[in-house]
């Protein structure tokens, strides 16, 4: 039985390769750390079934997340023979050049260690489960795959008006939501990965869901601390293509 916590892996980057990777040891996951994993699970998994858009939901039972911390070597033998893309182990936050050369090259940075129980509800920055569990499903969606890589190649390209980019990626990939026959559904990481921004995007009062524009959205400022006040919603996923393309100025 491990019980030995990965604590030394939360903002340690002294091990790390040229292209901010490490490497994942997943059985050397502590119980405890197990334990968060499969509360918060649960928990999500939960809330997805009921607010989370069907690409998400086919993602989680595509790639067979199940009740400990996935193993990126074995998720990466289902995903990228889907959409080519593979997950690649990050220390914790990681340079905007690094981040967007990942993703164009189909390559999505998870972080390696997973929060303490005292932070189920809230966390100051991206960790394993909101990492996975928030982004990795939509990934063995074609059209989605496909505009996350074009999304990093322009931001490769953005120079000093990537900060715009970074709006954009607030408003669709952390906290977009979709229209669908079902109604409207979350697809966002910042969402489906938060127990009370699930809810409050779809549920809540006093809350503007506008139309998704890539313009406008560029130049939307965000807050990072609080449950947004704003959402953005497609009619269609192939719609941030179009956002892919847009003029950053």
């Known amino acids: 039985m491990n019980m030995a916590p990965l604590d030394s892996l939360r903002g340690d980057y002294a091990g790390m390769a040229p292209d901010w990777t ?26 997805a079934r009921r607010y989370a858009c069907a690409e998400f939901l086919q993602g989680l039972e595509t790639l067979g997340i199940g009740e400990t911390i996935p193993d990126f070597a074995a998720v990466n033998a289902k995903l990228e023979p889907l959409t080519g893309w593979r997950v690649v182990a990050v220390p914790g936050l990681i340079p905007d050049a690094a981040f967007y050369d990942h993703l164009a090259h189909r390559r999505f940075p998870v972080t390696v260690w997973i929060r303490k129980r005292e932070e189920l509800d809230y966390l100051v920055e991206p960790d394993l489960f909101h ?38 990626y ?23 990965s ?56």
């Open 22 to 47: 490490v490497t994942q040891t997943p059985d050397l996951y502590s119980d405890e750390e197990q334990a968060v994993w499969r509360l918060l699970l649960e928990r999500q998994s939960a809330l």
């Open 194 to 249: 938060s127990a009370a921004e699930i809810r409050h995007a779809i549920e809540g009062e006093g809350v503007e869901r506008l139309p998704f524009d890539a313009a406008t959205v560029m130049h939307r400022p965000y807050e990072i601390d609080r449950l947004q006040n704003t959402y953005f919603v497609l009619d269609d996923f192939r719609q941030l293509f179009d956002a892919a393309q847009t003029r950053i100025a």
């Open 131 to 168: 990492d996975f569990f928030g982004h990795v499903p939509l990934l063995t969606d074609p059209v989605f795959a496909d505009y996350m890589q074009e999304y990093g190649r322009r931001g490769v390209e953005a120079g000093p008006n990537v900060h715009l980019l970074a709006r954009l």
């Open 170 to 192: 607030w408003f669709t990939v952390e906290f977009g939501l979709i229209r669908t026959a079902q109604g409207l559904k979350v697809y966002g990481a910042g969402i489906v």
